[in-house]
């Protein structure tokens, strides 16, 4: 059996704050031990960047006892190194290649995937596809695709439907839109000019600039005026798009977000989903998600791959380990064009 390592690279959160405040890189800190049970040890070659990494930052205590110095991050592609006795066959094999996200209680628990191994409960990952590096099996198999993959179970989508994508451009959103043109939708991304030559080229029909039509929900009553959409798809959050989408969204169309879940308390919920209408609520189906990530969506996401549902992974950018601080800064800017990857080693 392979020597695992003592030590290794990590990033921990010293201190709650934005990440360059926050975070420290240590060079040996303690490598997770050999794996039990159910579980892998992945040797990390990328960890990809998510917006709730940065809220974990922000507001889950690091002196809690079970949480000191925490290391962040939930989406991870690397190889096996070392795997439990109860793990599949399929998984037993040093140096598959596997990808996806961690459970939102290991990060807690501050076991997260910016470091150079990560223990894993072998039901939270899916083979990497052949077809896509693991740069970019990090970016599309973790949250962002898991993330798409819930909102487009919960919309069903029909060939021949319209469908607008608000935040088509970010990391979620580019890898909906790919699934529901796949899906044959006829796709509206909403995202600034920057992004409307990158949307297209992942399948948009039309791009539809929020900047130049400000505020977007009276463009899109006059455009949608006489064929309203059947899906609205909310990856950016914003509350009037969900308020004014009687005028541009079917009476049996759903609008489905995933901002302001549960990192943002139940006020959305509660205003968008419970108000009745004669009390000023809005006459249309409201949906907020919130991922718990999971091997079996990782997985599904995968298949799209192969399958080639999914055949571009929009990559903004690849940083060292030694820039996570400014890979975040990045993400913080809210301007990524797809996702922010660091590459850990290899
Ligand atoms: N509920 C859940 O379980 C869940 C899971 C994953 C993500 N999320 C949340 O979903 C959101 C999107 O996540 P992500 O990973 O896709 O983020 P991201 O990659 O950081 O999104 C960046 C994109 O957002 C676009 N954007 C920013 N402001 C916009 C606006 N006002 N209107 C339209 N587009 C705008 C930007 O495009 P332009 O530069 O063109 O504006 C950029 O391409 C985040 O708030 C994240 O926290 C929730």
């Known amino acids: 059996m392979t020597e695992l390592p003592k030590t290794m690279k990590a990033w921990v959160v010293a201190r709650n704050g ?25 040797k990390i070659s990328h960890a990809a960047l998510n917006p ?30 070392a795997a439990g006795p109860d793990v599949s066959p399929e998984l037993q094999k040093v140096g598959t290649k596997v990808c996806g996200s961690l459970g939102v209680s290991q990060v807690a628990f501050g076991k997260g995937s910016l470091a150079e191994y990560v223990q894993v409960p072998a039901e939270l990952v899916a083979v990497q596809p052949e077809r896509m590096s693991s740069l970019e099996a990090a970016g599309v198999m973790g949250c962002a695709g ?12 029909q060939p021949g439907q319209r469908v607008l994508i608000n935040g088509a451009s970010g990391g979620v959103g580019s890898v909906l839109l790919q699934i529901a043109k796949a899906k044959g939708a006829t796709v509206y991304a909403v995202c600034s000019e920057a992004n409307a030559e990158m949307v297209k080229r992942l399948g948009a029909d039309e791009a539809i ?76 189906s409201y949906r907020l998600l919130g991922l ?10 995968a298949k799209w791959v192969e399958e080639g549902l999914v055949t571009q992974a929009p990559i903004d950018s690849e940083f060292s380990m030694e820039e996570a601080v400014q890979a975040y800064e990045k993400l913080a800017s809210k301007r990524a064009k797809g996702k922010i990857v660091v590459k850990i080693q290899g």
């Open 18 to 42: 934005a990440p360059k405040d926050a975070l420290q890189l240590k060079t040996d800190w303690p490598a997770p031990a050999a794996p039990t049970g159910n579980n892998i040890l992945v």
């Open 52 to 81: 709730a990494d940065m809220h974990f930052m922000l507001v889950l205590p690091t002196w809690l006892p079970f949480r000191r110095s925490p290391i962040p991050g939930l989406d991870f592609a690397g190889e096996i190194v």
């Open 146 to 157: 898991q993330t798409a993959a819930i909102m487009i179970k919960e919309a069903d989508v």
């Open 209 to 284: 600039d929020y900047k130049a039509h400000d505020p977007i929900e009276v463009h899109l009553a006059e455009k949608f005026k006489d064929e309203h959409l059947d899906f609205i798809f909310d990856c950016a959050g914003s509350q009037p798009l969900f308020t004014h989408s009687p005028k541009y969204l079917k009476a049996d169309g759903k609008f489905i977000n995933i901002v302001g879940g549960r990192s943002q308390g139940i006020v959305p919920f509660v205003r968008n989903k419970l108000v009745p209408v004669f009390l000023g609520g809005t006459p249309r």
């Open 292 to 301: 718990s990530p999971a091997g079996n969506l990782a997985r599904e996401v």
